[in-house]
């Protein structure tokens, strides 16, 4: 069959996939599904957007630009077990000007709709609330939307902490918020005291009136040494040296609680946690006992050979969540991003070999998975 026999089936049966994946019966479907239950499988239309073109990733996001060789990272996408992600574009891919035996007809491969996710946030704000992974995901949203709408005029600013890209065609603001703790750190004439009751009163300015938020905190609650931004921890009219870190980080998850139920109202606002990011330092966790870290790894995990042991701070926040009287959606990527053991920046970081990268992820990567993830919550709420 011919190039035009190919185009012809293709014009045939599109108008059913469309039928079959936009009406009700896919938002129905998707209701019912769990989307963070599934498997990476390899797709060749991926990734969602060339990196290259993207001038918002910042450096030691870009690996390809940084040297990374292998490019199989890039190809893998997301599949619920008994769902499609929402509003799925099937293309069909032909080998157009080639041999009758090389051409083939790819119908079931599925495309981010920035479009739509675009006219769902017309005259809206979005916010990303926390650390640095805050800023990979929102750098990886900025990229699908602008791949996905290259034509439209937008505006990037920063004022303070927050980062805001426009696209002013549909009003849409994408916001960064960069808060990796969610609560106070204030200087003291004994030094820099981190307190685990109180908001800082432009933070919850900031947040207030947003229409989506999506808050994630935990990496920085590990830290120690001269990469602990506190000196002192204060829960109430107590004042640490240190304290048990899962314990603080509960105290601190259940004061932002306590800020979105008093504040939130969820008529107009819609509110995430954006799971735990797991990191890869470690290969000994996924049987490679021999290796250190996430170093030249190329190749996802199939099915996750961890210990089936949740990460300790997985609980914390479900239990934080469940506790709250206004409603606030869990991102739970954990588990499929435990898989992406390739997915790191690794060695091709910043701009060559220099450190290692075991917690960041490439762009394009798992981050645009977290992003179609979200664009399914948006829909489905």
Not at 111 to 134: A, C, H, P, T, Y
Request: net charge neutral; aromatic share 10%; hydrophobic share 35%.
């Amino acid at each position: 069959m011919g190039a035009l026999g190919t185009i012809a089936i293709a014009l045939l049966v599109l108008p059913l996939l469309h039928d079959q994946v936009h009406g009700k019966h896919a938002y129905e479907n998707l209701n019912k599904c769990d989307i963070y239950q599934g498997s990476w499988v390899y797709d060749d239309s991926y990734p969602l957007y060339d990196s290259s073109l993207c001038n918002f990733i910042q450096k030691e996001f870009e690996c390809q630009q940084n040297g990374r060789p292998d490019k199989h990272y890039l190809k893998y996408r997301w599949q619920p077990s008994s769902c499609m992600l929402p509003r799925c574009v099937f293309l069909v891919l032909a080998k157009l000007g080639r041999e009758e035996s090389n051409s083939h007809l790819g119908v079931g491969v599925t495309v981010f709709d920035g479009e739509d996710l675009l006219e769902r946030l017309r005259n809206k704000r979005i916010m990303f609330v926390g650390d640095s992974l805050s800023l990979n995901q929102w750098q990886s949203l900025t990229c699908m939307l602008h791949a996905a709408s290259s034509q439209s005029k937008y505006t990037i600013e920063r004022t303070g902490s927050i980062s805001t890209m426009t696209f002013l065609s549909h009003n849409a603001s994408l916001m960064l918020a960069r808060n990796a703790l969610l609560v106070d750190i204030v200087e003291e004439r004994q030094g820099r005291v981190l307190k685990l009751d109180s908001i800082d009163h432009k933070d919850q300015k900031a947040w207030k009136d947003i229409d989506i938020l999506i808050f994630n905190s935990w990496h920085w609650w590990l830290h120690t040494g001269r990469k602990q931004p506190w000196d002192f921890i204060q829960d109430g009219d107590n004042l640490h040296e240190d304290m048990d870190r899962l314990v603080a980080y509960e105290k601190a998850l259940k004061t932002w609680a306590r800020w979105v139920d008093k504040n939130v109202d969820p008529t107009k606002t819609k509110v995430f946690f954006q799971g735990i990011s797991p990191t890869h330092w470690n290969s000994s966790y996924w049987g490679y006992p021999e290796g250190k870290n996430c170093s030249r790894e190329t190749q996802p995990l199939i099915v996750p050979p961890y210990p089936r042991s949740r990460h300790p701070a997985e609980g914390i926040v479900e239990k934080v969540l469940s506790d709250m009287s206004k409603p606030v959606g869990l991102l739970n990527v954990t588990g499929l991003s435990r898989l992406r053991k390739d997915a790191h920046p690794s060695i091709y970081g910043n701009g060559g070999h220099r450190g290692m990268d075991c917690s960041h992820w490439c762009l394009a990567g798992v981050p645009d998975t977290w992003n179609r993830l979200l664009y399914a919550e948006v829909i489905r709420r």
